[in-house]
């Protein structure tokens, strides 16, 4: 299936879950935040949340800003 | 002046600090770089914003991995919104990937001068301290302004000396006091600052602190300037405390004048 990942399209398994998809990416362990159709995917529901096809995944992380 | 000091430390929301020199973690030459600042600024809050990684390229470096967490709280912003939805939805994708309620609220209205949109932040400072957030908003120096964030909950306010990332310093000092003398949670001077003594003359005037990035980071010597932002703040600070002597417009010398010319 294909998801839209941070603008762009990404295949995925079927059925993945937003863990996976962290997994893949490198970023399991990492401090991001989730956003799935504009809605936050919270930390505790991202092994159970699986993704569909067309899915808007958006998948942010810390970057350095100040003034 | 504020209820929010005592003993010399920056208390924001019940948390106590021993710098009130608050740092960004933009534009340094390398996360080397902004550690070794961070460190000679003495500063123990960063400012972080939350953003959107181009992921094909691997999963790359976080700033996360260059900051100090046993020493330094993590401020993250709202930097890039222009809306109160915006900033509302950064600010709670900061608090899902970090697990903290503090936002630095940015709302700006327009991108050349990066002003404030005051109205924009007011609504959004409603909705994040309703949601529980701790919401130190970025702000302009109008003092009605500030008194209507604190009404909506504000921890601190962070009035601009004068524009992000302009190096032009404190340039209403008089409208920066109005805010100092009648506010009653922290107020922290953000944006503006170009070189110490600015720092310096924020704290002069009474702020609880100071938030700087670029005029660290973007110098030519940017560990030292770190260092020099620091002492600023602290010789500021003390040189507040200790009540100046009044301006007059006549001489009054320090040594004795009398008996020596016969």
């Known amino acids: ?8 399209p990404r295949a995925l398994p079927e059925g993945a879950s937003v863990a ?48 | 002046m504020t209820m929010g000091s005592s003993d010399g430390l ?4 019940g948390k106590r600090f021993s710098s009130r020199l608050l740092i960004g973690t933009g534009s340094y030459a390398s996360f080397a770089e902004m550690q070794a600042c961070h460190r ?16 094909s390229q691997g999963p790359g470096d976080s700033v996360l991995k260059h900051i100090d967490r046993s020493r330094i709280t993590l401020l993250p912003n709202t930097a890039g919104a222009y809306t109160a939805a915006e900033a509302v939805r950064l600010a709670r994708l900061s608090r899902e990937a970090l697990g903290t309620e503090w936002v630095k609220l940015e709302v700006l209205g327009n991108p050349t001068t990066l002003w404030p949109d005051v109205a924009e932040t007011l609504a959004a400072c409603r909705t994040l301290v309703r949601e529980g957030f701790i919401v130190l908003p970025y702000t302009t120096d109008d003092l009605v302004v500030a008194k209507r964030l604190e009404d909506e909950g504000a921890a601190a306010v962070m009035p601009l000396g004068s524009m992000i990332g302009s190096g032009l310093g404190v340039l209403n000092p008089v409208t920066l006091s109005l805010i100092i003398q009648a506010a009653r949670v922290p107020v922290i001077v953000d944006a503006g ?5 600015d720092a310096a003359l924020a704290m002069e005037l009474g702020a609880d602190g100071v938030l700087l990035n670029s005029a660290v980071a973007l110098c030519q010597d940017p560990v030292s300037m ?11 600070r003390l040189s507040f405390l200790s009540g100046r002597i009044a301006k007059k417009t006549y001489a009054t010398p320090s040594s004795p004048g009398a008996g020596l010319q016969g």
């Open chain 1, 1 to 8: 299936m294909q998801i839209i990942l941070n603008g762009k």
């Open chain 1, 20 to 67: 996976q998809l962290l997994e893949s990416l490198g970023l399991a362990g990492e401090m991001v935040a989730v956003e799935r159709n504009l809605e936050i995917v919270p930390r505790a529901e991202r092994a159970l949340a699986l993704l569909k096809e067309g899915d808007q995944v958006e998948v942010l992380r810390f970057m350095g800003g100040g003034r």
């Open chain 2, 10 to 13: 920056l208390e924001i929301a």
């Open chain 2, 40 to 55: 000679a600024s003495g500063a123990e809050i960063a400012t972080v914003a939350v953003g959107r990684h181009d992921l």
């Open chain 2, 193 to 197: 600052v170009g070189q110490a003594s």
């Open chain 2, 226 to 236: 770190a260092q020099a932002m620091g002492l600023a703040v602290r010789a500021g």
